[in-house]
């Protein structure tokens, strides 16, 4: 018999670009799995505190990395640097799905630097 495995999630919080759930949270990595709803995309941000690494588990998508834009789909990941701007849309007709793997000594939502978004969300 196999068993079905759960996660844990430690936090929800829907955005109105999606939602993200927080599956681990320890002092020097935090791992999140982030839904993007089809047509959807993040704000353009950078982070002073940490990097991430995105893993894509379903759909596709059009990554911003700085000036630069990549293709992506499930199997593929990116490496954002610490204080890179970046953001990424949902372009398929399913939700985008990825794991982001922060690395750093703070990963508070405060670290978010935002100079373009959709939602009214810049300073």
Do not use: C
């Not at 982070?47 to 759909?59: A, P, S």
């Not at 922060?102 to 508070?108: E, L, M, S, V």
């Amino acid at each position: 018999m196999v068993k079905e495995a759960k996660t844990l999630i430690l936090e929800e919080d829907h955005r109105p670009w999606g939602y993200y759930q927080v599956i681990s949270d320890e002092p020097d990595l935090k791992l999140k799995k982030i839904y993007v709803y089809p047509g959807k995309r993040l704000s353009l941000q950078r982070h002073q505190r940490r990097t991430e690494h995105w893993y894509i588990l379903q759909g596709k998508a059009i990554f911003t990395l700085d000036s630069k834009e990549i293709y992506l789909e499930a199997g593929m990941s990116v490496d954002i640097p610490r204080g890179s701007f970046h953001r990424i849309m949902a372009t398929g007709e399913e939700n985008l799905i990825f794991i982001e793997v922060q690395t750093g000594d703070y990963f508070g939502e405060d670290d978010i630097e935002r100079v373009e978004d959709d939602y009214g969300r810049v300073p």
